[in-house]
């Protein structure tokens, strides 16, 4: 590739402007929009995809593990979308898998009873910044770049985009070599109740026992009822956050697919047949920032606790190989805190990241990373914001109790 520079110096139009901006809107992007809204604030949010709920409904990640903790907007969510997979205590684990067509739906929907603007097919391009503060961002539309303003800004992109881009630091992987744990194209099968033919189409591969399968094991959920099977079987060595590697997972990714399909169909599973591709591949891990505390293993394992706790979970460490290999490195886990300082960059005001970006090490991230406790960052995040606009006050320096009293006032149970 080409090792030159290109200068771009062009004025940009705002196209929109709100007093919290949040850039994603996956599981952390969705709640913190929701709660900055819900607590006075005008919220926009920008999302790349045509879809809200990110790798849940654009990578068809559609079952909620299990985090120990059922609370607030995720808890609200559950109790809308999924009534009867709702606890009676926010201290139950559930496992409920969904529709992520209709959870499409829900969410459009249930942004806009709460009057969140959502720009679809907008993409982060660039930060501006006034000194260390983070001014706008200037996004690609379907109308060229045009740029957004705010007050606060929330980072919910998974890969830490905003806040790399305005100058925080980040690392990426695991400590030794920097790898990340690799990748999964998920998709669906459907129970047709008669035999299905087999079918590999060319350049596919002939999995014969389990052994052979990319996981080198059965992984997929079959409880909705309605005949469906989710299947989570195929793995992808790479950074999701690399042009080259996600470029060489989506072929391979779809390779795995039809060979994986067809292994199950001369196995265990021959009247099924493939019925949904996800759109796009699933990425666990990609780039983290280097926060104002670094959640770690020994913070897990520990059990943890926090004085600015703004999350919790029991999810177990996950790690999928990052070589690319069979093993799962997976430790079940009694449950820790959260802190919000690792929302908080070093060095840049005016933004805070939300999501599985947050500042963690490789194995920490391997845990707080799911659905459930994004959420929960995110309903945080967009308090948080609320709170520094109302106060006048640094994103690092608002009140820790504040936070925990409005956090209670929007159903949020912590565990003591």
């Not at 001369?266 to 009247?271: G, K, L, Q, V």
């Not at 500042?359 to 520094?388: D, K, P």
Request: net charge negative.
């Amino acid at each position: 590739m080409p090792k030159h520079e290109v200068i771009l110096e062009r004025s940009v139009p705002v196209y929109d402007q709100a007093e919290v901006v949040v850039i994603g809107g996956g599981p952390a992007g969705t709640a913190a929009a929701i709660s900055a809204t819900r607590s006075g604030k005008k919220t926009i949010v920008l999302e790349h995809s045509a879809q809200l709920g990110g790798m849940g409904t654009l990578a068809n990640v559609s079952v909620f593990m299990g985090v120990g903790n059922v609370t607030g907007i995720y808890r609200e969510i559950i109790s809308e979308f999924l009534p009867a997979a709702l606890p009676e205590s926010h201290h139950q684990s559930i496992w409920p898998e969904y529709s992520p067509f209709e959870m499409r739906h829900y969410l459009n929907t249930k942004l806009e009873k709460e009057g969140v603007q959502v720009y679809f097919h907008t993409s982060f391009a660039a930060a501006v910044m006034d000194g260390p503060r983070l001014t706008a961002v200037v996004a690609n539309t379907r109308e060229g770049l045009r740029a957004f303003a705010g007050s606060v800004f929330i980072d919910c992109t998974g890969d830490a985009r905003v806040a790399g881009d305005a100058g925080v630091p980040l690392h990426t992987g695991r400590e030794e070599d920097g790898l990340t744990q690799p990748m999964t194209l998920m998709f669906m099968m459907q129970d047709t109740g008669k035999p299905v033919e087999p079918h590999l189409p060319e350049g596919c591969y002939f999995y014969e026992k389990v052994e052979d399968l990319p996981q080198g094991r059965h992984l997929y959920w079959g409880g909705r009822g309605d005949g469906s099977l989710l299947v989570n079987m195929t793995r992808v060595k790479g950074n999701g956050a690399s042009i080259e590697d996600i470029n060489y997972a989506e072929k391979e990714g779809l390779r795995q697919v039809f060979s994986v399909a067809n292994y199950l169909q001369r196995t265990n599973h021959p009247t099924y047949a493939l019925s949904h591709i996800a759109p796009q591949i699933g990425v666990r891990e990609t780039n983290q920032i280097e926060g104002r505390y670094t959640l770690t293993e020994d913070d897990l394992v520990n059990s943890r606790r926090f004085e600015d706790v703004v999350a919790q979970t029991n999810y177990e460490i996950d790690i999928h190989n990052p070589t690319g290999g069979t093993h799962t490195d997976e430790r079940k886990l009694d449950g820790y805190d959260i802190p919000y300082r690792c929302m908080l960059p070093k060095h840049v005001e005016g933004l805070i990241v939300a999501g599985r970006c947050i500042s963690a090490t490789h194995v920490a991230m391997s845990s707080m990373r799911v659905q459930a406790t994004c959420y929960a960052l995110g309903q945080a995040a967009g308090t948080a914001a609320a709170i520094a606009i109302d106060t006048g006050s640094p994103l690092p320096d608002i009140s820790i109790p504040l936070l925990h009293e409005r956090l209670a006032e929007q159903g949020v149970v912590f565990k003591s």
